[in-house]
């Protein structure tokens, strides 16, 4: 078992097997806080929400093993300092025939990186950095962070940030797909963009000694900068 975890006897015969069972409910696994510096999540398929919880005693993975795929596993552990979540396939079966639905809670301010394929992931709360990679998915994130770097392909995303007080930079590499940025209206915005076939809009114009900085790669891609009411 791996430290830290708390785990109910029936969601560590679920997760060991990989089985379906309709009359089972969503089931968790907790970790104490203490051991959760960081999250790493490596999935494909599914739906996945991920959120920040002030005053949490614990970090949460709260997975439905309804939605698993059949022949896969689910796995949540501690490794040092970071919780890794990920599913595979028992059999040779490539990876991107493996999904689940779940929902992740964690404190604020750890750092956390994301990979996910062919599915969707919404993102909310305050987090020290975040890394993400999203291939044809929907992603969709309201948060405050200092620092966010996100490469997409074929990537329908809306990055919504509700503060203007904090020095934020966000970088985004993009390859097809549509990236909304969504901005309190007060920001100071400086853009630095470099694009092949693609379209950029932008509400705030760019300002040298602004506190919120993009850099943005964009391939075949669009990015719209918009002030939120």
Not at 6 to 22: A, E, F, Q, R, W
Not at 45 to 52: D, E, M, N, S, V
Request: aromatic residues 8%.
């Amino acid at each position: 078992m791996s430290k830290g975890c708390i785990i109910k006897p029936i969601v560590l015969l679920l997760v060991s097997v990989g089985i379906n069972t309709p009359s089972v409910q969503a089931q968790d696994q907790a970790f104490p806080v203490a051991s959760v510096r960081s999250l790493k999540v490596d999935i494909a398929g599914g739906h996945l929400k991920i959120r920040t919880l002030e005053g949490t005693e614990s970090a949460k993975v709260i997975y439905d093993p309804q939605t698993l795929s059949s022949g896969c596993r689910f796995y949540a552990k501690i490794d040092g300092s970071e919780l890794i979540v990920y599913y595979k396939p028992r059999s040779l079966v490539p990876n991107r025939f493996c999904k689940a639905d779940f929902e992740i809670v964690v404190p604020p301010e750890v750092s956390i990186s994301v990979s996910h394929e062919h599915g969707t992931t919404s993102i909310s709360g305050n987090y020290k950095k975040m890394d993400l990679n999203l291939v044809f998915s929907l992603f969709k994130l309201n948060s405050v962070a200092p620092r966010v770097v996100a490469n997409t392909v074929s990537t329908e995303s809306v990055f919504r940030f509700g503060s203007s007080a904090v020095d934020t930079v966000f970088e985004l590499s993009a390859v097809g797909g549509s990236n909304r940025l969504e901005l309190p209206s007060a920001s100071k915005v400086k853009l630095r963009h470099q694009s092949m076939m693609s379209k950029v809009e932008n509400e705030f114009g760019s300002e040298s000694a602004a506190t919120f900085q993009v850099e943005a790669k964009l391939m075949s891609s669009f990015l719209r900068i918009v002030k939120t009411k």
